[in-house]
């Protein structure tokens, strides 16, 4: 079974600009979960999507938003890119949801230029 | 809000020797999960504990879930080589309204 696969792997932005990350979780998960990685504040939540629906969400702006489509691939928008945003970006996908186990893909490290 | 702590942030080994690492939660946590990650990879899933004082053995990996659920520990008996990397405990917070990782401990194996 292919496991959770992220495109792209790197990204190069400058500030206020916005990006697009897209994640194909692994065949048959219905939950999909992104994370922010730094050095400094760790592995934080950022949004679950099931069934084409935002579930849960942490303490991130409005700036950060996502979608999931009917064939459970999300992808995750940031708008007006701050130098704050450079980070690793990882998803997770599990069958139901948060609780689970996450299976963890390659992430999209972005640098904000 | 919840935090889930980590100790020790770092840890350097002689190859050969045991480590442990601590995960603390202000909250109790239905279940705890540990996962590792290697040097510029993504976490992978170690395993995952729900009972009370629950004990699982993974070859040379032994974790804990404390009795009031709000902590645990992964020991490694002989560190090796291919053990380096961070090790992440994570649990669901906010009656499973989001998932919250712990600090990790980063873990380095001198040969």
């Known amino acids: 079974k292919a496991g959770v696969t992220q495109t792209p792997r790197y990204l190069i932005k400058t500030r206020g600009q916005q990006v697009t990350l897209s994640c194909s979780p692994i065949?048959?998960?219905?939950?999909v979960s992104w994370y922010q990685q730094t050095p400094g504040q760790g592995l934080q939540f950022l949004f679950e999507?099931?069934?084409?629906?935002?579930?849960n969400k942490g303490n991130f702006p409005g700036r950060f938003s996502g979608r999931q489509f009917s064939n459970s691939r999300s992808e995750m928008n940031v708008s007006t890119l701050e130098l704050g945003d450079s980070a690793l970006y990882l998803c997770?996908?599990?069958?139901?949801?948060?609780?689970?186990?996450?299976?963890f893909g390659p992430g999209t490290r972005l640098l904000v230029l | 809000g919840q935090q889930v702590m980590q100790i020790p942030q770092y840890q350097h080994v002689q190859e050969g020797e045991d480590f442990t690492t601590y995960c603390n939660s202000s909250t109790t946590l239905s279940n705890i999960q540990w996962y590792k990650q290697r040097p510029g990879g993504h976490p992978v899933f170690l395993i995952q504990?729900?009972?009370?004082?629950e004990v699982k053995k993974q070859k040379r990996l032994t974790f804990q879930f404390g009795e009031a659920k709000k902590n645990s520990s992964l020991h490694i008996t002989a560190t090796q080589t291919t053990d380096v990397g961070t090790y992440f405990c994570a649990g669901p917070t906010g009656g499973y309204q989001k998932v919250t990782f712990g600090t990790g401990t980063k873990l380095q194996v001198i040969p």
């Open positions: 999507y099931f069934s084409e629906t935002q579930r």
């Open positions: 065949s048959g998960h219905r939950s």
């Open positions: 504990l729900v009972k009370s004082g």
């Open positions: 997770a996908s599990s069958l139901q949801g948060i609780g689970e186990t996450q299976y």
